[in-house]
T-cell receptor
Framework: GAVVSQHPSRVICKSGTSVKIECRSLDFQATTMFWYRQFPKKSLMLMATSNEGSKATYEQGVEKDKFLINHASLTLSTLTVTSAHPEDSSFYIC?????????????FGDGTRLSIL | AQKITQTQPGMFVQEKEAVTLDCTYDTSDPSYGLFWYKQPSSGEMIFLIYQGSYDQQNATEGRYSLNFQKARKSANLVISASQLGDSAMYFCAMRGLNTGFQKLVFGTGTRLLVSP
């Protein structure tokens, strides 16, 4: 089945550091990938939609200069949390959908637990 | 706008019993898809089952079945013969299918605990 790989799975770093998270579709092409943030015991909150070869579409309230998204190829999207602060600590998870039929489910990466000290 | 409602924050079930997780939805899209995902404590989102609004039959995948009642706008997940490994968060989600690449909208989730 479709597999999405997300790396790293866990990051602990100092305040002010920029952190890059990669999301790869391993066996299919994904023109669109999605980035979510999840707080403890809460649902997934869509941050942005990443489109291959064009600018990402950010959800209301998400700072695009804070959360930089690049989707340079059909199999790779990256999320960079710039100048991270403790309030950015969270679980970030990406998903992608095969560019095939419209009712294909989105497949998710395993997520990244980001802890900013 | 689309909305998913999961009214059960937590559910308990004994091993080998069946359990139903509720999901209701609201949408103006004439064509839409409904999804259920499982999230264990490790965090990954595991796709379980899909139901298209145009499907005549209720979807089934192994021990998972979807009780789709279109007129009532409900898409409840039924897990038969519960196992200890079924303990996790369960999210209902939907997406419009008509035009463009529409976003997946999630409910707030239901935490299922399976006891021995």
């Amino acid at each position: 089945g479709a597999v999405v790989s997300q790396h790293p799975s866990r990051v602990i770093c100092k305040s002010g550091t920029s952190v890059k998270i990669e999301c790869r579709s391993l066996d299919f092409q994904a023109t669109t990938m999605f980035w979510y943030r999840q707080f403890p015991k809460k649902s997934l909150m869509l941050m942005a939609t990443s489109n291959e070869g064009s600018k990402a579409t950010y959800e209301q309230g998400v700072e695009k200069d804070k959360f930089l998204i690049n989707h340079a190829s059909l199999t790779l999207s990256t999320l960079t949390v710039t100048s991270a602060h403790p309030e950015d600590s969270s679980f970030y998870i990406c998903s992608a959908r095969d560019r095939g039929t419209r009712d294909q489910p989105q497949h998710f990466g395993d997520g990244t637990r980001l802890s900013i000290l | 706008a689309q909305k998913i409602t999961q009214t059960q924050p937590g559910m308990f079930v004994q091993e080998k019993e069946a359990v139903t997780l509720d999901c209701t939805y609201d949408t103006s899209d004439p064509s839409y898809g409904l999804f259920w995902y499982k999230q264990p404590s490790s965090g990954e989102m595991i796709f379980l089952i899909y139901q298209g609004s145009y499907d005549q039959q209720n979807a089934t995948e192994g021990r998972y079945s979807l009780n789709f009642q279109k007129a009532r706008k409900s898409a409840n997940l039924v897990i038969s013969a519960s196992q200890l490994g079924d303990s996790a968060m369960y999210f209902c989600a939907m997406r419009g299918l008509n035009t463009g690449f529409q976003k997946l909208v999630f409910g707030t989730g239901t935490r299922l605990l399976v006891s021995p």
